[in-house]
């Protein structure tokens, strides 16, 4: 009786299981560090390498996500010119802006008569003299009808353009937006091909850690060998390299981050003066803390993943003889 309770007595608990499974992870995981630290150069121009490779597709995505902040800020200027029939009178095209301001689809309207018309581009257009020798004003009358838009939806615009153009008191409405179209479609094509870009630099991520992990290997084979020849199973001696892989991702990432800022704190001075001359107070915007931290985690993640392959194909391949 008294040996089955030595026996109990003597078997750890799983809270002493699992004190003990951080315990080794935490070592092993300052270990990997302090072998890091021992060859500070190669581990810098490596963590610089894997930087490098991600700063371009990161920072290429930060200046696509302010054009488009930026042309979104264009796009929310769209206004259709509705030219009204020459025979509308001002009373009616009062009644016609009361009507069209209560439509859903629309934000804002606003009339400018014949002779607001004309006066304006007597100072617009420096023909003022000439202008003066017509008998009567040439120029209709024009509502400006700003359309509500939701999420830069253009097809809600053309609706609203196609209904404007119906009205029997409309000679003709125009939509001069066209530009913007081809700016989005043009920032499409450019998103698609970040993407492509960010995925090549990926894989090339990838294969250098998966060539600095075997390296790595290679050169403690003979302790590899020590710890299979004592019991050392494939994780235990996984481990120290999956951590390396992990430190360097993360080293990686960081360079990754202190790049784009400093990149993107050196073009926004420019940037801004630029914005005044058009009248406009754009900022730069740099990386938020969510794109931080998915930039950080996704090089983690390459880093663990590249070391995961590297480890787990060139660990097999050293046996005891």
Known sequence: MSTKKRKIQNKPNIATLVKSYFISHIQVFFYSLGQLSR?????????????IALALPTGLHTLLKNAQQLSGGWESTT???????????????????SDIQDWTDVAAVQYISRKQ??????????????????NSNPLPSVLIVKPKLTDNNHQLTQQLLNKLNQLRQTDKAQLDMQWVRRLYAIMDIIERGV????????????????NTIRLAIQNRSKEIVV????????????????????????????????LVSFALLS???????LSLLYQNQFELSSLSFFATLMLLALSIFLGLVGSWFAVSRHIKEIEPE
């Open 267 to 273: 073009i926004s001075s420019p940037i801004e003066k």
């Open 79 to 97: 206004q259709i010119s509705v030219f009204l029939k020459k025979n509308i009178s001002e009373s009616h095209a009062q009644k016609l802006k």
């Open 195 to 210: 993407l492509i870009l960010g995925g090549l630099l990926a894989l090339a991520v990838l294969l250098v850690m998966g």
């Open 117 to 134: 018309a004309l006066d304006e581009f007597q100072k617009l257009s420096g023909f003022g003299d000439a202008l003066k020798a017509l």
């Open 39 to 51: 060859a500070p150069v190669s581990t810098l121009m490596t963590s610089m390498v894997i930087g």
């Open 227 to 258: 710890m299979k020849l004592i019991g050392g199973t494939d994780a235990f001696i996984r481990r120290p390299f999956l951590y390396t892989g992990f430190w360097y991702g993360l080293f990686g990432g960081v360079i990754a981050w202190l």
